[in-house]
Antibody, heavy 117, light 106 residues
Framework: QVQLVESGGGVVQPGGSLRLSCAASGFIFRNYGMHWVRQAPGKGLEWVAFIAKDAYIKQHAGSVKGRFTSSRDNSKNTLYLQMNSLRIEDTAVYYC??????????WGQGTLVTVSS | DIQMTQSPSTLSASVGDRVTFTCRASQSIGTWLAWYQQKPGKAPRLLIYKASTLKSGVPSRFSGSGSGTEFTLTISGLQPDDLATYYCQQYNNYLYTFGQGTKLEI
């Protein structure tokens, strides 16, 4: 069965950087686009980034464009999210999700990022 | 950017009821609409995609309909396990937006 396991979350000061990872198993990773979605504490869902199966297409939400970059290593079945210039409002649980017809088909358990001084 | 508006924000219902959630898009999105269920402390779960296609393994009491700007998710025969928040999500040109969610209270 599909498994997505996020890691790399933690506490970081405003202006700092963090790299999240998402280890995928149970499906042919290189055949699927992948997403990052976040959820601030007590709030709704916000899409963050999409990367196509071959990384040829990348798209990021306006709120993170220029600060966050998604990437992937198909040889390691791993998705990444490099987060720079972090802001307090980036505090959230970050989920990775497998794409299915422009939806979020399978989700990881999430990793918490806290931006605080 | 396309905005998604869900109504109501909270819905109270009883076991066995038929409940309907509504989602409106700020412009036409065809049938690029999905519905998710999120239980407290858990990751969301995809229920419906392309407006009306039930994801494999999702109970048949869930159904979706609509196109353009108006969409609905219906639960026929509410079960206690359906207590959750429900989100709609649209896709347009590699940009994705969620509605603010409807919390279902049983």
């Amino acid at each position: 069965q599909v498994q997505l396991v996020e890691s790399g979350g933690g506490v970081v000061q405003p202006g700092g950087s963090l790299r999240l990872s998402c280890a995928a198993s149970g499906f042919i990773f290189r055949n699927y686009g992948m997403h990052w979605v976040r959820q601030a504490p007590g709030k709704g869902l916000e899409w963050v980034a999409f990367i196509a199966k071959d990384a040829y297409i990348k798209q990021h939400a306006g709120s993170v464009k220029g600060r966050f970059t998604s990437s992937r290593d198909n040889s390691k079945n791993t998705l990444y999210l490099q987060m720079n210039s972090l802001r307090i409002e980036d505090t959230a649980v970050y989920y990775c999700a497998k794409d299915l017809d422009a939806t979020f088909d399978d989700w990881g358990q999430g990793t918490l990022v806290t931006v605080s001084s | 950017d396309i905005q998604m508006t869900q109504s109501p924000s909270t819905l109270s219902a009883s076991v066995g009821d038929r409940v309907t959630f509504t989602c409106r898009a700020s412009q036409s999105i065809g049938t690029w609409l999905a519905w998710y269920q999120q239980k407290p402390g858990k990751a969301p779960r995809l229920l419906i995609y392309k407006a009306s296609t039930l994801k494999s393994g999702v109970p048949s009491r869930f159904s979706g309909s609509g196109s353009g700007t108006e969409f609905t998710l219906t639960i026929s025969g509410l079960q206690p396990d359906d207590l959750a928040t429900y989100y709609c999500q649209q896709y347009n040109n590699y940009l994705y937006t969620f509605g603010q969610g409807t919390k279902l209270e049983i």
